[in-house]
Structure formats: structure tokens, C-alpha cells
């Protein structure tokens, strides 16, 4: 089925193909965000970015990358924001949880902070499925109105996508060159996509991945930042929030990782380990999108 890109976006970036499909793998209605650089695409196609999360985050990754490939060591990319055919973030929220989780397990349902946590509306698990559609239906959609270069492949998202992003890094290298993981959920299943490591750790020793990663994390993301006003409008009480930072471990997972990770590297494996300062969980996306994009696009 042919892709046929909508009107110009007025919710999101300028200039920005909307296209808007069902998958099949998912049985679920999805919209693309594309947007194309303004500058003639190389021979090979434009390098691409498969940005999770689009409808919270394209905007600021399209502003972002404009403004980074003003410098001519900046390969200007195609952004492909992977979204929800809705305006509400609420909504897309509550969509991505099975997107971007594997089944939950009964321990961390029953965690005494998670509890407080409202149901997602579809449930968990569907992460691989996830990854599947991007490499079997949006990849060859987006081929359809940009030539793009198959070499050149970025995946980058922020939380739960951080953690797909670092799943995909684990268990997909074939699919991207360049993972972003952006405050990466690794909590989620008392860290179940570490299970992962050493497999990967063993193909990386064998010389069997071409891949270079970015790991980022907020400073403050480990500190207890309970409003002063207005908690009532907040899932769980401050104890809640207290349990929750402590179990989730945000700055040590990803520094931790990240340590581990680095001393991996030899020719076709590199990683970088970013620790944004005076940055919390809400704040961190715009300064891990700026700092993936120059990661993944500079050249040298």
C-alpha cells in the first residue's frame, strides 16, 4: 500500500509530513512525522532519525537538528517522529506503555510504588513488535517520500524509550548504527534488559557489532523533587515518590551501564556516557536530543 503523506502538520514542526497508517504487526492506527531537510539529499540518501515518542518530542528534535546542521560538520538528517494519530499527550502517554514495555512481571505490578500508578489502557509488552514494525512497515513508508541512507540510522528516545532504544542496542544492532538512549528506563522489570548484556558484551568481544551508543541521564533524576504545590494532582503521596526514586535508580543504572558499556569498546563499538547537570527526568529531553543528534550526525 502506497504511503500518501497528509497536509503540512499545524500541530507539530513546520514543514513536516504527516502520514498516518495502520499496522498490521501492532493492529494499532499510528502517524509518522517526517520532516525533510531543506539541502539536496546525498547520492546515498539523507542519514535518518527514528525518534520514539514523536508527538512529544519532534518539535524539539526538528529545531534541534536545523539548527546543528547550520555547521557544515553536521550531517543533516531526515527526523521521523514515530507517533499516535492524536493531540492529547495524555492519550499518547497512555498508548506508548505497551509499545515500549516488555510483559510485566508480578513483582513489579505489585511493587508498593508502582501500585499507585494508573493501568496503562492497553496494557504491557509489546516492545519487540514494536521494533519489528519500525524495521517492516514504517521504514518502507518513509522510503516512499525520502530517499534515506539504510547506513546511516538512528534510534533515539527518552525513558521507556530509552530503555527500547537500549533493548534494540542489545538484541537489534542490525536495524540502526547510532542508539540515543535518553534517561533510559533500565528499572523497569527489576532491570530485565541488563539480562541482555552479556550476550551482547560477547558479540562485541567476537567483533560482530558496528554500533556506536549514547547513554544519558539527568543529575537530578536520583533526588526527590516532590512539588510543593499542587502534589494532590500527583499519582501517589511523597512516601510513594520516595519508594519510586529509590527503586528505580536512574542515575546509577545508566552510569553504572555506561561504565560497563565503555570498557567494551574496539573498532566498531564506541560509547558515551552523558550526565546532564541540574537536569530531572521532565527536564532532560531537549538537552539529550541536542546532545544525541551532535553524537550521532558530526562528523570525526
Not at 502506497?2 to 507539530?12: G, W
Not at 549514547?214 to 494532582?233: F, I, M, N, Q, W
Not at 573498532?267 to 536530543?289: C, K, R
Request: hydrophobic share 45%; with cysteine; proline share 6%.
Amino acid at each position: 500500500m502506497t504511503a500518501v503523506p497528509t497536509a503540512l502538520s499545524r500541530e507539530m514542526a513546520l514543514n513536516a509530513l504527516q502520514i498516518d497508517f495502520h499496522s498490521a504487526i501492532r493492529d494499532r492506527d499510528y502517524r509518522l512525522l517526517v520532516s525533510i531537510p531543506a539541502r539536496p539529499a546525498p547520492a546515498q540518501g539523507y542519514p535518518v532519525v527514528w525518534l520514539i515518542d514523536g508527538n512529544l518530542h519532534f518539535g524539539i528534535a526538528v529545531d534541534t537538528m536545523r539548527i546543528q546542521a547550520c555547521w557544515p560538520d553536521v550531517r543533516d538528517a531526515v527526523i521521523v517522529g514515530i507517533g499516535y494519530p492524536t493531540d492529547r499527550v495524555t492519550e499518547a502517554l497512555g498508548l506508548r506503555m505497551d509499545d515500549l514495555t516488555t510483559p510485566i512481571t508480578e513483582a513489579q505490578r505489585n511493587a508498593q510504588w508502582y501500585r499507585s500508578m494508573p493501568e496503562p489502557p492497553h496494557g504491557y509488552g509489546k516492545l519487540d513488535d514494536y521494533l519489528r514494525m519500525i524495521d517492516e512497515e514504517i521504514k518502507s513508508r518513509v522510503a516512499e517520500v525520502v530517499a534515506f541512507d539504510a547506513g546511516d540510522q538512528t534510534l533515539m528516545g527518552h525513558s521507556l524509550g530509552g530503555l527500547t532504544t537500549l533493548h534494540a542496542l542489545f538484541r537489534r544492532t542490525a536495524s540502526f548504527q547510532h542508539f540515543v538512549a535518553i534517561a533510559p528506563s533500565i528499572w523497569w522489570n527489576n532491570q530485565e534488559v541488563l539480562t541482555y548484556e552479556a550476550a551482547f558484551a560477547a558479540r562485541v568481544a567476537a567483533g560482530e557489532v558496528q554500533a556506536r551508543a549514547l547513554v544519558s541521564v539527568g543529575e537530578l533524576e536520583s533526588t526527590l523533587r516532590y512539588p510543593s504545590a499542587h502534589a494532590d494532582k500527583l499519582p501517589g503521596n511523597r512516601e510513594m515518590f520516595e519508594q519510586m526514586i529509590e527503586a528505580c535508580r536512574m542515575v546509577p543504572n545508566a552510569v553504572e551501564l555506561g561504565a560497563r558499556l565503555e570498557a567494551l569498546q574496539r573498532p566498531g563499538f564506541s560509547l558515551q556516557t552523558v550526565v546532564h547537570a541540574d537536569d530531572d527526568h521532565n527536564m532532560v529531553p531537549p538537552a539529550g536530543i541536542a546532545r544525541g543528534i551532535s553524537f550521532a550526525l558530526r562528523n570525526g
